[in-house]
């Protein structure tokens, strides 16, 4: 048998299959996104109108951005922008977008997406600080892997505190460690 092939009768594991490069077509996108948003705003009977801009790929903008205003706007922010993230999620699963590609379609409302980067940003600082004062470990209430990111490279590099995500599945939490010491 080759080296990366599967034996008889065994399907390769999933690190057997090459890893190509994951892209975006916008253009499928934005087309695609018209289409399952005009349903489900049509559906949901939210009056609320959304703006689909098709932008470069920076290191924190999406490749497509979908900009929600109107009379619903609260509805879809409430519970932590709950129904936001859901029409996020759903989206993702209408255009069958290989989860590397999820960050690349983001869903905003009301500047929800940055005022959340900012306060996730500060809670990071403060809560580095207050490890580093007391040398006891923060625990953050379990989040998504999004926020999780942020949150560890904006700790990226910072004195006297180290950052690690613990937990699976949806109570995956991040915890803030004094630097010298160990869990």
């Keep these: 048998m080759n080296e990366g092939q599967a034996p008889a009768g065994k399907?390769?594991?999933?690190r057997d299959y090459p890893q190509a490069e994951a892209r975006l077509d916008r253009a499928?996108?934005?087309?695609?996104?018209?289409?399952?948003l005009g349903i489900a705003?049509?559906?949901?009977?939210l009056e609320i109108e959304y703006e689909i801009a098709a932008a470069g790929a920076g290191a924190e903008e999406p490749e497509v951005a979908v900009n929600f205003r109107g009379a619903d706007q609260d509805f879809l922010l409430e519970r932590?922008?709950?129904?936001?993230?859901?029409?996020?999620?759903?989206?993702?699963r209408w255009l069958r977008l290989?989860?590397?590609?999820?960050?690349h379609v983001?869903?905003?409302c009301g500047d929800y997406r940055s005022l959340r980067l900012e306060e996730l940003k500060l809670s990071a600082r403060v809560a580095a600080q207050r490890v580093r004062e007391t040398g006891q470990a923060f625990r953050f209430n379990p989040m998504s892997s999004r926020e999780r990111r942020i949150i560890h490279l904006e700790l990226n590099?910072?004195?006297g505190v180290r950052t690690m995500s613990?937990?699976?599945g949806d109570h995956r939490q991040l915890v803030i460690y004094p630097a010298s010491g160990k869990k």
Aim: no cysteine.
């Design 28 to 36: 499928r996108a934005v087309e695609e996104l018209k289409r399952f």
């Design 11 to 14: 399907r390769p594991m999933r």
């Design 166 to 168: 613990e937990g699976v």
């Design 41 to 45: 705003v049509r559906e949901m009977h």
């Design 106 to 108: 983001r869903f905003d």
């Design 80 to 92: 932590n922008a709950e129904l936001l993230l859901a029409l996020e999620h759903v989206a993702h």
């Design 157 to 159: 590099g910072a004195a």
């Design 98 to 103: 290989d989860p590397r590609l999820h960050d």
